[in-house]
Each structure stands twice: as C-alpha cells, then as structure tokens.
C-alpha cells in the first residue's frame, strides 16, 4: 500500500539554524498538508498546499514557517530560524480529493521529531 | 469554535472490556468525524470515520455513536485487546479556505491489560 514518507526521522538542531523537514506524499494525491505534535499534546494544524499554494493556515504557521514543492513530488516544510518552542513531531498528510472528502482521509507519514536545542 | 474536546485523557481496560472514548464539538459546520489511532513511533492512522448524517457506524469492534443536537460523538472498542493499546484521537472536519481541514482532539492514551 503506497504510503507517505518523511525525513529525517530525527532532526537535530540549534536555536536559531534553518531546518528543512521533508516529505513525499503519496503520488497521486493533490492536497498535501502539514500538522505538527508536541509531545504529549493533541496535532495542531500547521498548513494545507493545494495547487502550489497554500490554501489554509493556522496562527502557528508564521513567518518563519514556509512549504515548497521544488520537484512535483516532494514537500518540504522550512522553519528559517528555529526557536525551542518548535521542537515537536512533525507530520505530513496527503489526501487525493477535496470532494467527497470523507472519501479520502488524510494519509499520514511517521512524522520528522524535531529537536531544538 | 474550532475546538473539538476529547475526554478522558487515558484509559485503563482489562482486556475484552469495553473501551468508551467521547468527544464534543462546536462548529456547527463540521460534517465529517473520523477518528484516528496512533502508536509510538508512527503517524496517525484513519481507523473509522462518520457523516453527521448517521447516528452509528460500525466496523468490526469498533463503533462511532453521533448524537448531532448534543454535538457528541464517541468511539466504543468491543472485547479490546493488548493490541488496541494505542493514542486514539477524534477529529472533525469542515472546508476552511479551499481545504477540509480535520482539527484534532487533544487525544486519548488507551492501555488495555491482558
């Protein structure tokens, strides 16, 4: 079953570096999403892509936060300069329709930990 | 209105009891409740989902109840097993700005001894 892969697994970083998060969704879906998990806490929405742009975005996605698909298969999600309070899990979703959406569940990878040090 | 409350925050089941997790929304404009199970190390996973249209959905074990004028829904996990033992979270979702955008539960930690 095809399925969403992200990487690194595990990520590293200091405060105040850029980190680049990436995923590659499932290949013929079309909306790509980005939910992040603090440890223990419930998954908060960062961002939705549709069409190479993005389409919805939560109060946490700031600035500092953007998504790209450089190559019509790869998502990538940067923070430019990482701050303690990101680290998390970092999910990434892709669904393959918007409509019926009920009949295409957001499929998720297992997630990049972000630790920021 | 966004807010999607999840209770309770972890569950202890003897194993073939019956697990009871329960959720509540707001936003009238939600139209779809999936529910998600995750283990350690792995993304959520879409176990069962419901249209508020239905009042009960049930797939193997697993059963979602939807009472849509008290705006609940919640999921029973018949004769659970040591395998169940996993964070289940419920969801709803509703179009914001071009997407369906499921907002999360804070979640529910379900351990059931064998």
């Known amino acids: 079953e095809p399925e969403v892969t992200q990487t690194p697994s595990h990520q590293v970083t200091q405060m105040g570096q850029e980190v680049i998060l990436r995923c590659v969704p499932i290949?013929?879906?079309?909306?790509f999403y980005w939910y992040r998990q603090i440890l223990g806490q419930k998954v908060e929405f960062l961002v939705s892509?549709?069409?190479?742009?993005?389409?919805?975005k939560s109060e946490i996605f700031d600035d500092q936060f953007s998504v790209e698909r450089p190559d019509g298969s790869n998502f990538t999600l940067k923070i430019r300069s990482t701050k303690l309070e990101d680290s998390a899990m970092y999910f990434c979703a892709s669904t393959r329709q918007l409509e019926p959406h009920y009949n295409s569940p957001l499929h998720f990878g297992n997630g990049t930990r972000l630790t920021v040090t | 209105q966004q807010q999607v409350k999840q209770s309770p925050q972890s569950l202890i089941v003897q194993k073939g009891g019956i697990s009871i997790i329960n959720c509540a929304y707001e936003n009238t404009a939600f139209d779809y409740f999936p529910w998600y199970q995750q283990f350690p190390g792995k993304g959520p996973a879409l176990l069962i989902a419901?249209?508020?249209?239905?009042s009960e959905k049930k797939e193997g074990r697993f059963t979602i109840s939807f009472n849509k004028s008290a705006k609940q829904f919640s999921l029973h996990i018949m004769d659970s097993q040591p395998g169940d033992s996993a964070t289940y979270f419920c969801a709803a979702s509703a179009l914001s700005g071009g997407s369906y955008i499921p907002t999360f539960g804070r979640g529910t930690s379900l351990i059931v001894h064998p």
């Open positions: 290949s013929n879906h079309l909306y």
């Open positions: 419901i249209r508020p249209d239905v």
């Open positions: 892509f549709y069409n190479n742009e993005i389409s919805e």
